[in-house]
Nanobody, 127 residues
């Protein structure tokens, strides 16, 4: 019902920046949360950030402690796209980044709570 496509990954030096995009299509009217997760080789998938909205148009953002102050999530309603601006990148940020969408906004930190996932985009930060 919902399709997600990530883009914007690449290779960057430590301290640099990247901007990831997640374009949503299909039945997007029942989506109330979109988030980003990442998975590095040999590690489990971890929550990065999420953005939620409600019937009144209220928007909230949430960040993992490891990225707070460096990463920013935003949403463009007209383009049905969520962005992840990543600044001051560190080698430990290297991972495949996945975009996810769901309707259970109170479970934004739990990957299993999301209903749709993109295929991922590689982010590599060199030292």
């Amino acid at each position: 019902q919902v399709q997600l496509v990530e883009s914007g990954g690449g290779l960057v030096q430590a301290g640099g920046s990247l901007r990831l995009s997640c374009a949503a299509s299909g039945r997007t009217f029942d989506i109330y949360v979109m988030g980003w997760f990442r998975q590095a080789p040999g590690k489990e998938r971890e929550f990065v950030t999420a953005i939620t909205w409600d019937w009144n148009g209220g928007i909230n953002t949430y960040y993992a402690d490891s990225v707070r102050g460096r990463f920013t999530i935003s949403r463009d309603n007209a383009k049905n796209t969520v962005y992840l601006q990543m600044n001051s990148l560190k080698p430990e940020d290297t991972a495949v980044y996945y975009c996810a969408a769901g309707r259970r906004s109170r479970s934004y930190k739990v990957g299993d709570a999301y209903d749709a996932w993109g295929l991922g985009t590689q982010v590599t930060v060199s030292s």
